[in-house]
């Protein structure tokens, strides 16, 4: 069996947009018939620009070979050009690519990919989501709102859920590092005692700031959630200085998780090495897909630290999370969105039914990708999947974190 076709389809979620304003899918062909399909999550160019990349990754490391010589074709994908160290992009394109290696082989197996990688571990994995405005709601409110995030929380809970995720603090700027306003401070403390006076020990909350915080800064905004006990202060500081990272861990009770932005083991093992997290969130589209995932967990093994793949991207992503989560023994839990969009995407093959996923047992990743609807929402804007503003904190004014990336006029 060798790899022989690639096609690449951007699609745009409609609105709202949860999960970011497009999603990159690429559908692998072999010699034999076998369909794959993977997901190559956001990178730092435009997803025009990706393309080419995505295509020049299967061309040189990919067409002609084996799909189940994944080891080799990491190898050379992640040595290309004289490298051999993390590439966001490449990466990304290759970790797309990745995981329909593991459909294709999974597929011609007629077995679960988690068979294929050291078998069934976990029976079924607790899901988490992200608090995002009810029907009745007001979309521009919410983010600012302890209330209704609150009533956002116990809905959740009342579906089953027993963790969500918010983030109220500080704006998500490109300059980072930078200290906390006072205010931030005020109504990240707000929308902990709002949630949980809501959801009690029903669910654990988790706390994120998208790395935007300086080490004293973070410091300060962990101690001050502390009396709520978060599950996690999620990358307290910008990602890349893992040494800072490890200083704001040894100083809060809240365990750190960090990894959205992080590739290839290189990153993940650093991380652990210098004591910056003991949560690892990698994103399976662009961090090496799940065999390089699957030697991260077995790292984090090591330091006694969990896996909490996230997710903020379509359901192709999903399902290798759901892969890697049910076949190793320290996920911690699986990020979800739920979107008809989602789901539909990928004809309801799974879904999250009161707070957990059961594994899947279908071939492959587990998905019937819907490829027409995929194909009928082409993406036409010309953001990128998720933005920074350039604008510094606001210390007067205040400042407000719009919930990831609804669509915006282009």
Same mark, same amino acid.
């Given at each position: 069996?060798?790899?022989?076709?690639?096609?690449?389809?951007?699609?745009?979620?409609?609105?709202?947009?949860?999960?970011?304003?497009?999603?990159?899918?690429?559908?692998?062909?072999?010699?034999?018939?076998?369909?794959?399909?993977?997901?190559?999550?956001?990178?730092?160019?435009?997803?025009?620009?990706?393309?080419?990349?995505?295509?020049?990754?299967?061309?040189?490391?990919?067409?002609?070979? !084996?799909?189940?010589?994944?080891?080799?074709?990491?190898?050379?994908?992640?040595?290309?050009?004289?490298?051999?160290?993390?590439?966001?992009?490449?990466?990304?394109?290759?970790?797309?690519?990745?995981?329909?290696? $593991?459909?294709?082989?999974?597929?011609?197996?007629?077995?679960?990919?988690?068979?294929?990688?050291?078998?069934?571990?976990? =029976?079924?994995?607790?899901?988490?989501?992200?608090?995002?405005?009810?029907?009745?709601?007001?979309? !521009?409110?919410?983010?600012?709102?302890?209330?209704? %995030?609150?009533?956002?929380?116990?809905?959740?809970?009342?579906?089953?859920?027993?963790?969500?995720?918010? =983030?109220?603090?500080?704006?998500?700027?490109?300059?980072?590092?930078?200290?906390?306003?006072?205010?931030?401070?005020?109504?990240?403390?707000?929308?902990?005692?709002?949630?949980?006076? %809501?959801?009690?020990?029903?669910?654990?909350?988790?706390?994120?700031?998208?790395?935007?915080?300086?080490?004293?800064?973070?410091?300060?905004?962990?101690?001050?959630?502390?009396?709520?006990?978060?599950?996690?202060? #999620?990358?307290?500081?910008?990602?890349?200085?893992?040494? #800072?990272?490890?200083? +704001?861990?040894?100083?809060?009770?809240?365990?750190?998780?960090?990894?959205?932005?992080?590739?290839?083991?290189?990153?993940?093992?650093?991380?652990?090495?210098?004591?910056?997290?003991?949560?690892?969130?990698?994103?399976?589209?662009?961090?090496?897909?799940? $065999?390089?995932?699957?030697?991260?967990?077995?790292?984090?093994? +090591?330091?006694?630290?969990?896996?909490?793949? /996230?997710?903020?991207?379509?359901?192709?992503? $999903?399902?290798? !999370?759901?892969?890697?989560?049910?076949?190793?023994?320290?996920?911690?839990?699986?990020?979800?969105?739920?979107?008809?969009? /989602?789901? !539909?995407?990928?004809?309801?093959?799974?879904?999250?039914?009161?707070?957990?996923?059961?594994?899947?047992?279908?071939?492959?990743?587990?998905?019937?990708?819907?490829?027409?609807?995929?194909?009928?929402?082409?993406?036409?804007?010309?953001?990128?999947?998720?933005?920074?503003? =350039?604008?510094?904190?606001?210390?007067?004014?205040?400042?407000?974190? +719009?919930?990831?990336?609804?669509?915006?006029?282009?």
């Amino acid at each position: 069996m060798r790899l022989q076709d690639l096609d690449v389809i951007i699609t745009a979620p409609p609105a709202p947009g949860w999960g970011g304003r497009y999603w990159i899918f690429v559908k692998v062909t072999s010699d034999t018939g076998i369909t794959g399909w993977g997901e190559c999550y956001a990178s730092s160019v435009a997803p025009e620009a990706m393309v080419p990349v995505i295509r020049d990754v299967f061309e040189r490391y990919f067409f002609g070979e !084996n799909p189940e010589n994944i080891e080799r074709i990491f190898r050379r994908t992640y040595s290309s050009g004289f490298t051999q160290r993390p590439d966001l992009t490449v990466m990304g394109a290759y970790s797309g690519l990745e995981m329909a290696c $593991w459909d294709i082989v999974g597929k011609d197996r007629d077995r679960p990919v988690y068979q294929l990688i050291g078998g069934k571990v976990n =029976d079924r994995l607790r899901a988490y989501t992200y608090l995002y405005p009810l029907a009745h709601q007001n979309i !521009n409110e919410f983010w600012s709102s302890p209330e209704m %995030a609150a009533e956002s929380a116990a809905a959740a809970v009342d579906k089953g859920y027993t963790a969500v995720k918010f =983030d109220p603090a500080g704006p998500y700027t490109m300059r980072g590092g930078h200290m906390p306003a006072m205010n931030d401070i005020t109504k990240s403390v707000a929308f902990c005692k709002a949630i949980r006076e %809501a959801v009690g020990d029903k669910a654990d909350l988790l706390f994120g700031t998208h790395g935007q915080f300086s080490t004293a800064g973070a410091i300060r905004l962990g101690t001050a959630l502390e009396p709520y006990s978060p599950l996690w202060f #999620e990358e307290p500081i910008p990602p890349d200085n893992y040494a #800072e990272m490890a200083k +704001v861990a040894r100083a809060v009770t809240t365990p750190v998780a960090t990894g959205e932005r992080l590739t290839t083991k290189a990153e993940f093992a650093e991380v652990l090495r210098q004591g910056a997290a003991t949560i690892l969130q990698p994103a399976l589209g662009r961090a090496g897909g799940i $065999w390089e995932m699957k030697k991260v967990a077995a790292i984090a093994e +090591v330091y006694n630290a969990q896996m909490a793949p /996230h997710l903020y991207a379509g359901p192709i992503e $999903w399902a290798a !999370n759901i892969q890697l989560g049910v076949s190793i023994p320290n996920c911690l839990l699986a990020e979800s969105i739920e979107t008809d969009f /989602h789901y !539909n995407l990928v004809k309801h093959s799974f879904r999250v039914e009161d707070g957990f996923i059961e594994a899947p047992e279908a071939p492959g990743l587990g998905i019937e990708v819907d490829e027409d609807l995929a194909r009928a929402h082409p993406w036409t804007g010309t953001g990128l999947h998720l933005e920074m503003q =350039d604008a510094p904190c606001d210390y007067a004014g205040g400042n407000n974190f +719009v919930g990831g990336a609804p669509p915006i006029e282009e």
